[in-house]
């Protein structure tokens, strides 16, 4: 069992920056992926961010070069800083750990935050 704790998220202008934050509770490296999800109104959710714990990174073509996905081990936290933020990155954010056990994926979430970006 994995718990997760998000937050950071809240409102802010076209333009801004935001961090989000996510505190587990099982020691970080021993997560196969931690990534960031976000579902905004009437969509699907979608993979936003993810990091490896061998450190490898990938990103939504749409937040390329503006978000950073990173980790602190001490702190079993990841974070997902969001600069350049856009309205369309309005959404509910999740944080996501994945665990591969004999070959099988296990999948926690958190209880998301809100991220609003005004035009």
């Known amino acids: 069992q994995v718990q997760l704790v998000e937050s950071g998220g809240g409102l802010v202008q076209a333009g801004g920056s935001l961090r989000l934050s996510c505190a587990t509770s099982?020691?970080?490296?021993?997560?196969?992926?931690m990534g960031w999800y976000r579902q905004a109104p009437g969509k699907q959710r979608e993979l936003v961010a993810a990091?490896?714990?061998?450190?490898?990174?990938n990103y939504a073509d749409s937040v390329k070069g503006r978000f950073t996905v990173s980790r602190d081990n001490a702190k079993n936290t990841v974070y997902l800083q969001m600069n350049s933020l856009k309205p369309e990155d309005t959404a509910v954010y999740y944080c996501?750990?994945?665990?591969?056990?004999?070959?099988?994926?296990?999948?926690?979430w958190g209880q998301g935050t809100q991220v609003t970006v005004s035009s």
């Open positions: 990091i490896t714990s061998g450190g490898s990174t």
């Open positions: 099982r020691r970080i490296f021993s997560i196969n992926t």
């Open positions: 996501n750990a994945r665990l591969m056990v004999l070959s099988r994926s296990y999948d926690y």
